[in-house]
């Protein structure tokens, strides 16, 4: 079991403005100085984005790569996805920092909360694995999956998929779960005083009941009732996507994921968070059992690690991307 606690240290610079480009050619050669480019790849009809950040001196095919996963509804240029780029830049750590789809074609920026919303939580696993398959093209052999919030919890499944499936992927060495999503149980509300975990709104069981309904009588395609709906306060939803979203499923509790992930496993949460000192205390139970798992709890940090903590949590990945 490895279990790290860590203080705050000073504030960061304002973060570096990346360089995005249009056009995108791979090298295996290492660059003498940092270069982030926004990558494209086809999927299902759609262009899906990404930025990719070549650190100074390196190059796919010899150094690796980490690839990041948003939290909900957000995308590459989020603050802390961002940020953190450029801090595993200057520690010398490519990154590839994906946007998922949900749907729309080179979706940028938050999903507008005033869109429809018929997306699923799993339809992010396709396009995590073709960016696993873009990057093993581009050169990549040494490969670190990593999401934060939602992202933590799609990267896993991927990687359980995997397992389940016997299909072991050598170029993966290993997961990085960035605050991960941990199910709150349907339709229970937050606990007092407390916001909902992971930026999702409570369920509401009669909504819930009334999408189950829906999609019985085959309309699951149809629009729920405006509703609150993950971090939107009110959203159009469709039942299909309600429930998929909203009823249990074991599988969305991180935590359950962690015995069939069979790789090394880096799990950081800050002690702020609003599950933070909850989820802690589980992973570190977990590590107790589980060899492969490195547990790190960053005091005073929040979900999204603002300030000095981006600092702390790129120290902590780079030590965890370094093992052999």
């Not at 999408?211 to 993950?230: H, K, Q, S, V, Y």
């Not at 002690?271 to 000192?277: F, R, V």
């Amino acid at each position: 079991m490895k279990i790290f606690l860590r203080a705050w240290q000073t504030r960061l610079p304002s973060l570096l403005l990346l360089i995005v480009g249009t056009a995108f050619m791979i090298s295996s050669a290492p660059r003498s100085k940092a270069m982030a480019e926004e990558v494209r790849v086809e999927f299902a009809g759609i262009e899906l984005l990404a930025n990719l950040q070549i650190a100074p001196g390196k190059s796919l095919r010899k150094n690796g790569v980490i690839l990041l996963v948003h939290d909900t509804f957000r995308d590459y240029s989020d603050s802390l996805i961002a940020e953190l780029q450029q801090l595993l830049s200057e520690r010398g750590i490519n990154s590839l920092a994906i946007n998922l789809s949900y749907g729309l074609d080179q979706r940028r920026g938050p999903y507008p909360c005033e869109l429809v919303h018929d997306h699923r939580h799993e339809d992010a696993i396709e396009e995590i694995k073709l960016w696993r398959k873009w990057l093993q093209k581009a050169g990549a052999r040494r490969i670190f999956l990593a999401g934060h919030g939602r992202g933590a919890n799609q990267v896993a499944q991927v990687v359980a998929q995997f397992a389940e499936t016997g299909k072991k992927d050598k170029s993966i060495k290993g997961v990085i779960l960035i605050a991960p999503l941990v199910e709150q149980p349907a339709p229970a509300p937050p606990l007092p005083g407390q916001p909902p975990l992971q930026n999702r709104q409570p369920s509401d069981a009669p909504k819930l009941a009334e999408a189950n309904r829906m999609i019985a009588a085959d309309e699951g395609d149809l629009l729920l009732e405006p509703t609150a709906f993950l971090s939107c306060p009110k959203a159009r939803v469709t039942a299909h996507s309600y429930a998929n979203y909203y009823a249990p499923n074991p599988k969305l509790n991180t935590l359950n994921l962690l015995p069939s992930l069979l790789l090394p496993v880096l799990a950081v949460t800050g002690s702020q968070a609003p599950d933070g000192p909850a989820m802690a205390e589980l992973m570190s139970t977990s590590a107790q059992t589980n060899k492969q798992l490195t547990v790190s709890i960053i005091d005073g940090a929040g979900a999204d690690f603002e300030g000095s903590a981006r600092q702390i949590l790129a120290d902590i990945i780079a030590q965890f991307q370094a093992i052999p």
